[in-house]
């Protein structure tokens, strides 16, 4: 995801266990070609590895803002895999803040919700002027 034209995550790393079952499947992934092309079609996007035998897979994203989220990847398929890679580059990094209450104001909005297919900008409009 990008704010303001600048993408906001700078670093993936995946962490994985050599002899692991649970890592089998991110051991597929980056044996296999689909990681290369991960790569080069975020070419800003660091990506690395990190050996930790004994512990279960993980997928660890860094952000600009300095935030940083873990995802599991135990035992997930190679699909869901690159499915998590992307969600993790399509996020922001903040962490999701609940609204509380709902809005409420004295004078609500007369302008109402536009849409796509409201088309005005070809339409004329009669104004007239009246003075007191």
């Not at 995550?9 to 995946?14: D, G, N, T, V």
Request: net charge positive; glycine share 6%; aromatic share 6%.
């Amino acid at each position: 995801m990008a704010t303001r034209g600048i993408q906001q995550l700078k670093h993936l790393q995946l962490v994985y266990c050599e002899h692991g079952g649970s890592s089998s499947h991110l051991r597929q992934y980056l044996n296999s070609s689909k990681i290369l092309s991960f790569c080069n079609e975020y070419p800003s996007l660091e990506v690395s590895t990190k050996l930790r035998n004994g512990k279960h897979p993980y997928i660890k994203a860094d952000y600009v803002t300095g935030s940083s989220k873990q995802v599991c990847v135990k035992n997930e398929s190679i699909e869901r895999i690159v499915k998590v890679m992307h969600m993790l580059k399509d996020s922001s990094g903040r962490k999701i803040a609940k609204i509380g209450t709902p809005i409420k104001t004295q004078t609500p909005s007369v302008q109402g919700v536009w849409t796509p297919s409201l088309d005005i900008s070809n339409k004329g409009f009669e104004i007239q002027i009246m003075e007191n």
